[in-house]
């Protein structure tokens, strides 16, 4: 490991899931331990960070990236393989870690900032940046448990962007607070980058892979799938985020309502092309089984690169009341001038009721394809029209 | 198989100074092998948390109190108040008892504390325990850390009455003082080290704990005197072994004598034996026993709590 950073070999890491663990010696002594099951969260991964570089791990839930994380920070143990590193890991799994809420914030800056491994004098030195970076100054004596959960997230995050490790572990944590505080959190992880630290960075944000990682690695059912380029695992992922998962509901509902038909076209009828920039139409039929004295036509498109939502509309938080439904209806959305990136999108289709109860879901079941792009955004923010048909 | 891409210097100035003397740490599957000295150079590495954690829960226990600290200290001065008056009601054979009782009962308190809080120090930091890497021993040593801040505050409680009242320190006892408090915190952490590693796995632990401080309690000389005990097992042997001598391998027998020796400190007083006979050297001795016993037992427990410590992100 001349260059490397941090190098793990052949990495393997089991659980063992037990049907009922047994938490007592009674329990113990009453079932034997062959009850439990073997989980492999990690087999025979290997991977190498160079100095300065910036690894993004990503994967689908439980691909086994912060199993990954917490055997190089050494939280957990390996079952097998080996962990190389030279010099201080300090991993960011939580933000806050240790923070009690009858304690000021000054007092849970130090508390956890130790527990980042900064000493008290460290601390001391760094304290105004953090307070700064906060923006809390004004709160500094104020126990945490009257913050708002904001302001902890942004506490929290100013001590763990200030921690002074050659190694840094980052777990999702980069997705919290408003705009503005994550551009500073990725100025500040670009900071890091130039001081020379080596990063390691799990994350569902897909374009962070690209912005800020210098070279990815995703990881599948505990395996490395791929590896190299960040621009080329990001399209991989995609490509199986696309393939079907067991864990997915597809329909939900008593069917009380039923979704007959959904469309997804332009809405000027002479244009078969889905651009950004031009009026999207979704536009969902209803059967009803049974009459039902109201209800609440919702959808959600999801990226097909990051699997989040850009967009979810509801009849009932637009102030367009349906119902009572006796027969069939059309629903027609008309999203004015959406600005996509290119690529796909899946649709999620609801009718609820306006209390929540579920007439019909379907997850994901419809896309769409956006071909070119007019320009650039991350979310929708447009007010939809809704119109309501009988049929 | 190595991952490893050629990418584009993501520092411009090229330095790497941070990492050429960076020390090389290697994780595998085993368990980092138990040293003492490495162990111990692992807490003092981190006793900027065990600090700030005892800080911190010294502060939650009294914040929003007005009085803060000083119900900690209001503890032995009401139990001196009480016992003063109830002595004199229930004419008790231990002259000045308050004393007597309060130079036992005050490291019972620490023993008993830092134990069954300790038990619980772990599972309660559960998320801190699945979320941070951390030396395990600082959450039980800080369980102990806390009974012994309460312990050094209420033992200047205990002074200051012992000189005011005219029972008087004898000088030539109080250097079985720091003996005894040695004795009494490794003793402790021996203790608190097992129930909190033990009681990760098997709940069962804490409620162990409780129960048993109640029958340890009353086989600790705190409330009766020792030389009671002395004389009713006088001559009385088992296969050559003195059964007081059996009663004093109790650890906490030992220390809480070496307490009494120390400050209640007379032996007997106007002919009603308080303390067991023996000479100064002797009670030294006893002390200084359970000491080693006890430094043995923490090397023990210690090196269980290393071998367990490794799967508590996982039992949790």
């Not at chain 1, 009257?146 to 944590?173: K, N």
């Not at chain 2, 000189?163 to 003082?177: C, T």
Request: a neutral charge; proline letters at 4%.
């Amino acid at each position: 490991m001349s260059d490397a950073a941090l190098v793990v070999e052949h990495l393997s890491k089991r659980f063992r899931l037990y049907r009922e663990r047994p938490s007592s010696i009674k329990q113990r002594v009453l079932s034997s331990r062959s009850r439990a099951e073997d989980f492999w969260a990690l087999r025979d991964v290997s991977l190498e960070v160079s100095h300065g570089r910036s690894l993004g791990l990503v994967g689908h839930n439980g691909s086994g990236k912060t199993t990954l994380l917490k055997c190089v920070a050494g939280i957990l143990r390996p079952t097998d393989g080996v962990i190389r590193y030279r010099g201080r890991v300090a991993a960011l799994l939580e933000l806050g870690a240790g923070f009690h809420p009858e304690l000021t914030g000054r007092e849970n800056v130090y508390l956890n900032a130790s527990f980042l491994g900064l000493t008290r004098r460290e601390t001391d030195r760094v304290y105004d940046d953090i307070v700064n970076f906060a923006e809390l100054e004004a709160f500094m004596d104020t126990q945490v448990k009257f913050y708002s959960s904001g302001m902890l997230v942004r506490l929290g995050f100013a001590v763990a962007v200030h921690v002074d490790p050659d190694v840094l572990l980052i777990d999702e944590v980069l997705a919290v607070g408003d705009e503005a505080f994550q551009k500073r959190c990725l100025d500040r992880v670009a900071g890091f980058q130039r001081e020379g630290r080596t990063i390691v960075l799990v994350t569902h944000a897909l374009d962070t892979v690209r912005d800020i990682c210098s070279e990815a690695v995703m990881l599948d059912h505990g395996r490395v799938y791929t590896s190299g380029d960040p621009d080329h695992v990001v399209r991989e992922l995609r490509n199986t985020l696309l393939a079907s998962d067991p864990d997915f509901v597809a329909e939900e509902g008593d069917r009380h309502l039923e979704i007959a038909d959904v469309r997804i076209a332009p809405a000027d009828p002479g244009s078969t092309v889905i651009e950004s920039g031009r009026d999207l139409m979704i536009q969902v039929d209803v059967r009803a089984n049974e009459p039902v004295p109201a209800l609440d036509a919702s959808f959600a498109i999801l990226s097909g690169v990051t699997n989040h939502p850009v967009t979810i509309v509801r009849t009932k938080e637009l102030g367009v009341p349906i119902g009572p439904v006796q027969g069939p209806k059309r629903i027609r959305f008309v999203l004015p001038r959406p600005r996509w990136e290119p690529g796909r999108y899946f649709v999620t289709v609801g009718l609820e009721s306006p209390d929540g109860h579920k007439f019909h879901v379907q997850s994901q079941r419809y896309s769409f394809r956006v071909e070119e792009a007019r320009g650039r955004t991350e979310s929708i923010d447009v007010r939809p029209e809704v119109e309501v048909l009988d049929l | 198989m190595l991952h490893s891409t050629a990418l584009t210097s993501a520092f411009p100035d090229g330095s790497s100074a941070i990492t050429a003397t960076s020390e090389l740490t290697e994780r595998t599957s085993e368990a980092a092998r138990f040293t003492l000295g490495g162990r111990v150079r692992a807490v003092w590495a981190a006793r900027e948390i065990l600090a700030n954690l005892v800080r911190k829960e010294l502060k939650v226990k009294y914040t929003a109190s007005a009085l803060g600290a000083v119900w900690s200290l209001l503890n032995p001065v009401v139990y001196l108040a009480v016992f003063s008056f109830v002595v004199r009601v229930l004419r008790s054979d231990v002259p000045d008892f308050p004393v007597f009782l309060l130079s036992g009962l005050l490291a019972w308190n620490l023993f008993s504390t830092a134990t069954s809080q300790g038990a619980r120090a772990v599972i309660d930091n559960a998320s801190l325990v699945k979320k941070v890497a951390f030396p395990r021993e600082i959450l039980p040593l800080s369980s102990a850390g806390v009974a012994l801040v309460d312990f050094v505050l209420q033992s200047i409680v205990l002074v200051l009455f012992v000189v005011i009242s005219g029972h008087g320190l004898a000088i030539q006892f109080v250097w079985l003082y720091p003996l005894a408090v040695a004795a009494l915190a490794v003793f402790t952490v021996a203790v608190t080290f097992w129930v909190s590693a033990l009681n990760v796995r098997y709940r069962d632990v804490q409620h162990l704990v409780g129960i048993a401080l109640v029958v340890w309690f009353w086989l600790t000389p705190i409330v009766y005197p020792p030389a009671l005990v002395q004389s009713t097992l006088a001559d009385s042997a088992i296969a050559g072994v003195r059964l007081f001598d059996l009663y004093l391998v109790n650890p906490m027998a030992a220390i809480v004598s070496g307490f009494h020796r120390a400050i209640y400190a007379d032996v007997s007083v106007g002919g009603t034996a308080v303390l067991p006979a023996g000479s100064l050297a002797w009670a030294g001795l006893v002390t200084a026993v359970a000491l080693i016993g006890s430094g043995v037992l923490l090397l023990l427990s210690w090196r269980t709590f290393h071998r367990l410590s490794g799967d508590f992100a996982e039992e949790l």
